[in-house]
């Protein structure tokens, strides 16, 4: 017999009276605050003031949390027709990433070009950290037995054993086995992403145009998410040849074919230096001029 994975949390971590915070709720305020940080950092050592980075964050926070909800809604259309009032029950968890990359950005870049605000550069420091964000947050997508996947008898399929996770409650639903295994898409996201991370942070400073980090960061995440939408068991909007296709393999398809565009017009490699590598020839000529 094949050992099984088993993940045995409550999804809820506390509950006071009608209000309740889900793990999930809280590894992606974990995720925010480090993304946060990691680009008030990035952006200070290359002379950016922090505050500006703030400012940007707080639209971006905001219109991720929007966007995160509404493909959530979306993914889950046919259950929230029938409840519209979950809609608003947010803090019980359910947001949909895919929906925080798009909002967040649109909220964060309106602003930022409102103030004047270096957008692209912005964008491209918040590319490996929304990366690292979305690891951290999927940790809560674990503990709250959210995105039921596929079943499964590979030695690394997972069965969700507390009562009241909603991978149990949506196994025994779909597939009328609570104790069935499925596959861990959420891990295989996290590897995907954690690899994107490296290939972002190696390519810092290689290419001329400012944002070519984020456009690259969408580029790959559309990829991956498109692959693993495919093991989700999300509402599926149409069929082409018996396959079926989700809410999220739309717009990542979306996504794909945008920045797939950007790359092939817009993206030209730099002429080598990397940021530091010009910061630290900018520094030698004015040392070199005040000796003069």
């Known amino acids: 017999m094949i050992k099984m994975i088993t993940i045995p949390f409550n999804p809820m971590m506390f509950e006071i009276g009608p209000f309740a915070m889900s793990w999930h709720g809280f590894w992606s305020f974990i995720g925010i605050l480090v993304a946060v940080y990691l680009v008030s950092r990035w952006a200070k050592r290359d002379g950016i003031n922090t505050d500006i980075v703030y400012d940007v964050a707080l639209w971006g926070i905001l219109g991720g949390i929007i966007g995160a909800r509404l493909m959530h809604v979306l993914d889950f259309s046919s259950y929230y027709l029938a409840n519209p009032v979950k809609i608003f029950a947010i803090w019980q968890g359910g947001i949909g990433f895919l929906g925080s990359m798009i909002g967040g950005i649109l909220f964060g870049a309106v602003y930022a070009k409102i103030k004047n605000y270096p957008v692209g550069k912005i964008a491209d420091y918040a590319a490996p950290a929304m990366a690292i964000a979305h690891i951290i947050g999927r940790l809560g997508d674990i503990w709250n037995g959210?995105?039921?996947?596929?079943p499964t008898r590979l030695p690394w399929g997972w069965i969700f054993t507390h009562p009241d996770s909603p991978g149990r409650l949506g196994a025994e639903r779909l597939f009328g086995d609570p104790e069935i295994a499925v596959h861990p898409a959420v891990v295989y996201e996290m590897i995907w992403n954690s690899c994107t991370v490296l290939f972002l942070i190696i390519s810092r400073g290689k290419f001329k145009l400012d944002g070519s980090l984020w456009v690259i960061y969408m580029f790959?995440?559309?990829?991956?998410?498109?692959?693993?939408?495919?093991?989700r068991i999300d509402d599926v909007k149409f069929t082409i040849g018996g396959i079926g296709f989700q809410a999220g393999h739309i717009v990542t398809f979306i996504i794909f074919l945008i920045t797939l565009l950007i790359m092939?017009?817009?993206?030209?490699?730099?002429?080598?230096?990397?940021?530091?590598?010009?910061k630290s020839t900018s520094g030698r000529k004015k040392k070199a001029q005040l000796r003069a």
């Open 146 to 150: 959210e995105h039921l996947s596929m």
């Open 264 to 278: 092939i017009f817009y993206l030209r490699p730099s002429s080598g230096e990397s940021i530091n590598q010009k």
């Open 220 to 231: 790959l995440y559309s990829i991956g998410r498109f692959a693993i939408q495919f093991l």
